[in-house]
């Protein structure tokens, strides 16, 4: 706009700059047919142009004048139209994002649901983690009875073992001790068969030198050994009693 004016400014410098160009060169074709008046001023002319010339001057001081100034304007209205620009810009993207605010108030509303669905979630897993910790106890339960029942069962064994190998132990030392006394009551018949055998010679003898056998007293249910007198010295009876 400023620019324009300014345009205007030189063209009517420039036309008023031809106009008195104009007034110089022509001259006037009456003037050499009346030259009969001598009361002309000559200087009437350079006065004008001189005028004009003052005018023309004052004109382009103006013109330069109004030129700066039309410049500043320009510039401040340069400065104007950005910080509106910019102003409009901002009240644009503030529009744009009031606009998107129900958006968001949506998106918000979502990611809300969003989180409380996670909570359920949470919570089922929380409750899933307390029923796999109780199992992960009760097999740990199960695997330490079984444990156990495994230590007793090799316990049982260890101690079945032991003891039949005590049994055998005592079966061997009881057969070891039947065995002796067996051998020990072999040794006492031996000898009460031997002692025996020597009284029934001291009876034999007896009864070469006397003639009879010394008779022994009898029960109905028999005599025992206990009841048996011999006519012999008993003391070898009593050495037999004593072993």
Known sequence: MFGSLRNKFQTVQEGLSASIRGLTVVENPKQKKTVRSRNV??????D??????????????????????????????????????????????????LAIIPQINNGIQNLMDQIGTLEEMFEEVE?????????NEMIDLQSRQ?????????????RLSEINSVKAKLANE????????EQKQQVMLKERQETFDEVFKGELEAYKATGYI???????????LDEIVLDVDSQMFDEFLEN
Do not use: M
Not at 147 to 157: G, M, P
Not at 215 to 223: F, L, V
């Open 127 to 135: 409750g899933a983690l307390y029923k796999l910790e109780d199992l």
């Open 48 to 97: 004008v142009l001189h005028h004009f010339q003052l005018q023309w001057n004052e004109l382009h001081e103006l013109a330069e004048i109004n030129a700066a100034k039309a410049q500043e304007v320009d510039t401040l209205v340069t400065n104007i139209y950005g910080k509106l620009e910019y102003e409009w810009n901002n009240i644009t993207c503030l529009n744009n994002t």
């Open 146 to 158: 079984l444990d156990h029942r495994f230590q007793l069962a090799l316990y049982k064994e260890k």
């Open 214 to 224: 010394p008779k022994i007293p009898t029960t109905k249910e028999g005599p025992s």
């Open 174 to 181: 009881h057969i070891d001790r039947v065995s002796k006394h």
């Open 41 to 46: 001023n000559y200087d009437a002319g350079a």
